[in-house]
């Protein structure tokens, strides 16, 4: 397969609606891509990062001397945290709009993105705030172009046109599609993933399978979508328990960074649906909760709801992972303890109630799902209807290990 005899150091232009450089040293390309923002007129940028990695990684330094050099003066914000809020976003533009930014560079993995996604849509938007894009209060059609430098296989956030913040006040979770935040360059350069912590590892790599799992099972899932299920799971099985091994294992990092980018793209062809949808107001409730963990625990019960309708595609797709499935309808169970079984010999045992949720708190989280902006959209694509009753199930079925 390409994956055992690609030069990993050979860095690859990947063109979707995203221009995007792929692979280790990819990090250089940031030269090329300041000159053609200076090209742009942009002369002023605000770069959006967490508090820690868009150091530890040297991805700073790099696009400090490339803006330097074409000259581009940079103000920053660097307070994004896991799961980013509206209130953090609302900062983060007040700076920009005080340096007069032109354009957005995002450094960091899905949260750092999706926050300088919003952030750049505020910054050709004056007078908005990021409660009112999030709570559907106007629809942007334009946004200042941005530049997304990701430190994580798992969001896709590099090469679609999505992005997700919480609303504080509510424990709302929404999640924004537009056309206009589309990166207008991205960099994935698996060198900058390899301090990820085992459990970031874990973590952002189930993301990028339950993007593809809800992609290519979706209403909305197309030819494209289904295809890149099956790859992007074949590389998270074959390489996840490699980079756990080795961190420093780049190929294994090449691969899983690749399929995340390739999941991006499946779910802005196909959208999500249960799995994200009853995710969000887990991580809206307990801002602490990873998200791929939370995407973990919910998926094994996910499987089995949407099995019998899609029996056909899931066996297809989840091969590399659980062997032996034919489509049947009333292999669901099956199927569901083989994704569960499969998450924990990746070191994912986890359900529902060691995060300290429990019986009690399934109404409110089935509360959340129907009043946050945009869940009843993913709902409504669902292969199966998502009432109520139904996500009900999945929650409870996700407290504890699956019974046999």
Known sequence: M??????????????????????????????????????????????????RSYKLT??????????????????????????????????????GRAHEAQAVIAIGGGSPIDAGKSAAILLANPGRTAFELYSYAFTPRQAVPIVAINLTHGTGSEVNRFAVATIPSLNHKPAIAYDCIYPLFSIDDPRLMTKLSPEQTRYVSIDAVNHVIEAATAVTANPLSVLLAR?????????????????EDLRARYALTYAAMIAGVAFDNGLLHFTHALEHPLSAV???????????????????????????????????????????????????????????????????ADEGFSDGDIDRLCDLVEQTPSLGLLLSVAPVEGTRERVATIYRESLRPMPT
């Open 58 to 95: 040297g991805a700073w330094d790099h696009v400090a001397e490339a803006c330097a050099r074409h000259g581009i003066a940079l103000a920053q914000y660097d307070r994004i945290t896991p799961n980013p809020t509206t209130d953090a976003i609302d900062e983060a533009t007040a700076i």
């Open 2 to 51: 390409w994956d055992v005899t690609i030069d990993v150091h050979a860095v690859k232009e990947i063109r979707t609606r995203t221009t995007t450089y792929l692979g280790v040293g990819a990090i250089a390309m940031i030269h090329d891509i300041a000159a053609a923002l200076k090209e742009r007129g942009v002369t002023r940028a605000l770069c959006v990062t967490g508090g």
């Open 231 to 247: 790859e992007t799971i074949r590389l998270v099985a074959a390489y996840l328990p490699l980079a756990l091994r080795n961190p």
């Open 286 to 352: 307990r801002p602490e909760l990873a998200h791929g963990l939370g995407l973990s625990m919910l998926l094994p019960a996910v499987i089995r709801q949407c099995y019998p309708a899609q029996g056909e595609v899931l066996a297809q797709i989840l091969a590399p992972a659980v062997p032996g499935l034919h489509g049947r309808p009333a292999e669901a169970a099956a199927a569901a303890h083989g994704v569960e079984a499969w998450l924990a010999s990746l070191g994912l045992p986890q359900k529902l």
